[in-house]
């Protein structure tokens, strides 16, 4: 293969580096015939390394689903053996893995150099993995651009204004977590307050003392995404127990229904609801998972909001532009 290729020039080896970032897919699936072979070898071995990436991102979702689980149903497990540790410091080190064969294929291909990678040679060798990786990059593209699109599409549903509103979402987002997630996260229940409350009624909101008092002074429903523990909601580096701090922020005759994600917030279960009378608490006496929370808010939540809206007057507008 080595004594095939010349060294290339500077536009060759752009286009070379640029399957690396995300071009190959479309490089694969062009005519084969004019290709160069330097551009050839690049491009397999992009694909290649991207069937390695896969591999990384499946086992990174095996143990999403294996921590949830075990955090749910496994508890004594997963205090004992710390499962999600080990299983995210062993994603983390096989992403490291990943990151090296991803820099040197880049790096030899900005340098113009033909020399097949090992490992990854022998995988963009075979042609059946390198259509199905091709097509798999390109649904996960257009996946990414809907996500996108849906994403813009949200923000239209929420707001973060002073204005009052009827269903608030307050998220603790460990100052790692970009807000779209949870503008996506929160949609439909925000499409839910639209039909039952009308426009501009969904709310979202960091986690703060301030935010908090906000949405249980102003809200009919309100999602508390915190994290936490029996002892109460864990923010600002203390907890905050019902009824005594909480209590203190509410008192709302006319909030219905609070959402605590809080680990063993269930152990306090009256305390919560007399902190949020005369609303109805969902607490959970357990350890809890991220997914089943997203699951809640994506498939049961909406419902809920939309039976709070038939208790009163609606007055129905126009959808966001």
């Known amino acids: 293969m080595n004594s095939a290729i010349q060294r290339p020039g500077w536009g060759l080896r752009g ?72 299983l995210l410091w062993l994603s983390r080190k096989l992403f490291l893995c990943w990151l090296v064969f991803w820099l040197y294929g880049a790096g030899l291909a900005l340098v113009g150099s033909g020399t097949p990678l090992p490992v990854v040679w022998r995988i963009a060798k075979r042609n059946r993995w390198m259509n199905s990786m091709a097509a798999t990059l390109l649904a996960m593209y257009a996946l990414a651009a809907t996500t996108t699109a849906l994403v813009f599409y949200a923000e239209g549903y929420v707001r973060s204004d002073e204005k009052p509103g009827k269903v608030y979402m307050v998220y603790e987002d460990a100052k790692v977590f970009p807000r779209w997630i949870f503008v996506l996260g929160f949609f439909p229940i925000a499409r839910a307050a639209h039909d039952a409350f009308g426009q501009d009624s969904a709310v979202l909101l960091p986690l703060s003392r301030p935010n908090i008092a906000r949405a249980l002074n102003e809200g009919r429903f309100v999602f508390l995404g915190t994290h936490g523990g029996k002892e109460g909601i864990l923010m600002d580096a203390r907890y905050y127990v019902p009824p005594t701090d909480i209590g203190a922020l509410g008192g709302n005759p006319g909030l219905k229904f609070v959402y605590l994600t809080c680990c063993d917030s269930g152990a306090q279960k009256d305390a919560w609801e007399r902190a949020f009378a005369p609303a109805r608490v969902i607490t959970y006496n357990r350890l809890t998972a991220v997914a089943e929370h997203a699951w809640w808010l994506w498939f049961e939540g909406p419902g809920i909001v939309r039976q709070l809206g038939q208790t009163q007057p609606s007055v129905p507008s126009p959808k966001p532009n």
């Open 15 to 86: 286009l070379a580096f640029a399957a690396y970032v995300g071009v190959a897919p479309w490089m694969w699936f062009r005519k084969k015939t004019d290709l160069h072979p330097f551009l050839d070898l690049h491009r397999r071995q992009a694909l290649g390394i991207a069937v390695l990436g896969t591999g990384v991102a499946l086992f990174f979702l095996f143990t999403v689903l294996v921590s949830s689980y075990s955090l749910v149903h496994l508890r004594s497990v997963y205090e004992i053996l710390h499962l999600e540790l080990w």
